[in-house]
């Protein structure tokens, strides 16, 4: 599987963006996928990630209420809408895709994605 995100850009505090995650190659439908985020000097950071049909959800705390994962599987796409955005959303955002089942614990474990994409970037401006 393959991955390229895109949509990131300049957003004003309180703002939104949606990003977009492309994927190519067999089974997207047998992947969760997920977002995380990267900020300079830090490590990545579990954003969001949904089940294989899309039934299941689950969200970092930092942005639950503000963030919707969703995906298409017959366009091979998952996208993050991101409302009320902070400057703390600043970030690289970048899509993964985990071979495994969906799960809430081991879902926003970075270390069980085994595809990632190129990130895009977010800046948050206040």
């Known amino acids: 599987v393959q991955l390229q995100a895109s949509g990131g850009g300049l957003v004003q505090a309180g703002g939104s963006l949606r990003l977009s995650c492309a994927a190519s190659?067999?089974?997207?439908?047998?992947?969760?996928m997920g977002w995380f985020r990267q900020a300079p000097g830090k490590g990545r950071e579990f954003v969001a990630a949904?089940?294989?049909?899309?039934?299941?959800?689950l969200y970092a705390d930092s942005v639950k209420g503000r963030f919707t994962i969703a995906r298409d599987n017959a366009k091979n796409t998952v996208t993050l809408q991101m409302n009320s955005l902070t400057p703390d959303d600043t970030a690289v955002y970048l899509c993964?895709?985990?071979?495994?089942?969906?799960?809430?614990?081991?879902?926003?474990?970075?270390?069980?994605?085994?595809?990632w994409g190129r990130g895009t970037q977010v800046t948050v401006s206040s």
């Open positions: 190659g067999r089974f997207f439908d047998r992947h969760v």
């Open positions: 993964a895709a985990d071979r495994n089942r969906f799960n809430e614990r081991s879902s926003r474990d970075v270390r069980l994605y085994d595809y």
């Open positions: 949904i089940s294989w049909s899309g039934e299941s959800s």
